[in-house]
């Protein structure tokens, strides 16, 4: 779960824009997060496979959790 603003301790996470096993490419939107204050789309960091995590739609995890994973393109 990234940390949106300074104050953020936790997060929803709200759904993948992308299937387990898609190619990203660097910047492509992966899920999308929610607080109280805003709804906003995480993009990949890096170009690679995206393997979804244990991630429950519409559950709420602390700041640092791993929701997924990229594994560097083959």
Do not use: N, Q
Request: charged fraction near 20%; hydrophobic fraction near 40%.
């Amino acid at each position: 779960m990234p940390k949106l603003d300074v104050s953020m301790t936790a997060g929803t996470f709200l759904g993948w824009l992308v299937a387990d096993g898609a190619a990203v490419a660097e910047g492509d939107p992966l899920y999308t997060v929610g607080t109280d204050k805003v709804e906003t789309e995480i993009p990949a960091p890096t170009g690679g496979v995206l393997r979804h995590g244990a991630a429950e739609v519409d559950s709420d995890y602390p700041v640092g959790t791993t929701l997924g994973l990229l594994e560097s393109g083959r």
